[in-house]
Every structure is written in structure tokens, then in C-alpha cells.
């Protein structure tokens, strides 16, 4: 079974960056057929797909955030993280890292229990 863990600061003031981190464990994420995703869910709203890294190293990107967002892997740590840039109140939301087995924004198989992250001046 596959686990996941995200981490990051939980408080961060407008124009600054996020960045998280989600370790994996119970298998590789270079391993054949696997998506890391990263999925937030703004208070009030639905879960939004903000993107994935395949096991291959591709991105992609939901269309709301693509401009702000950047996702990338360390696979020597089994780890991968999102990066978005510039973040307002907006931004505030639970965040989870997910595995699925395709390039889309559907069937997630495994998640993290989500970190929350708040934009507060």
C-alpha cells in the first residue's frame, strides 16, 4: 500500500510562495504508470486538480493555477513538490498529494490526510 505525507508551512503572507512537499512511501515514484498529483480544497468549494508529475518526470497543470504553479520530484528522497508562486487569501485551502494512474484530474487511488495552508497578512 502506498502512503503519503505532505508537509509545509502552514501560514504564509500575501505575494510569498508556497511550497510543499509530499513524501511517498510503499513504493518509487519513478515506478511505470505512476501520477503524483496535488489537489487543494479551498473552503466552500470543490476539490480543484492542480496538477501532476508522472513517473517519467512530465508535468501537467490544471488550467486555473498553471501560470503560478510548478511541480517537481527528487526521486533519490521518494518525494515530490508543488511550488506556487505569488499566493494571495485566495489561496488558502487544504492541500493533498494523491496517486493516480493517468495524466487526468480522476481516480485517485491513494491520498494524504492534506495539509491546510493559510494566506494572511
Known amino acids: 500500500q502506498v502512503q503519503l505525507q505532505e508537509s509545509g508551512p502552514g501560514l504564509l503572507k500575501p505575494s510569498q510562495a508556497l511550497s510543499l512537499t509530499c513524501t511517498v512511501s510503499g513504493d518509487s515514484i519513478a515506478a511505470d504508470v505512476y501520477y503524483w498529483n496535488w489537489i487543494r480544497q479551498v473552503p466552500g468549494r470543490k476539490l480543484e486538480w492542480v496538477g501532476a508529475?508522472?513517473?517519467?518526470?512530465?508535468?501537467y497543470y490544471g488550467p486555473t493555477l498553471k501560470n503560478r504553479t510548478s511541480i517537481s520530484r527528487d526521486p533519490s528522497k521518494n518525494q515530490f513538490t508543488l511550488q506556487l508562486s505569488s499566493v494571495t487569501p485566495e489561496d488558502t485551502a487544504v492541500y493533498y498529494c494523491?496517486?493516480?494512474?493517468?495524466?487526468?484530474?480522476?481516480?485517485?487511488?491513494?491520498w494524504g490526510k492534506g495539509t491546510p495552508v493559510t494566506v494572511s497578512s
Open positions: 494523491a496517486l493516480n494512474l493517468n495524466s487526468g484530474d480522476n481516480g485517485m487511488i491513494y
Open positions: 508529475i508522472a513517473y517519467s518526470g512530465l508535468t
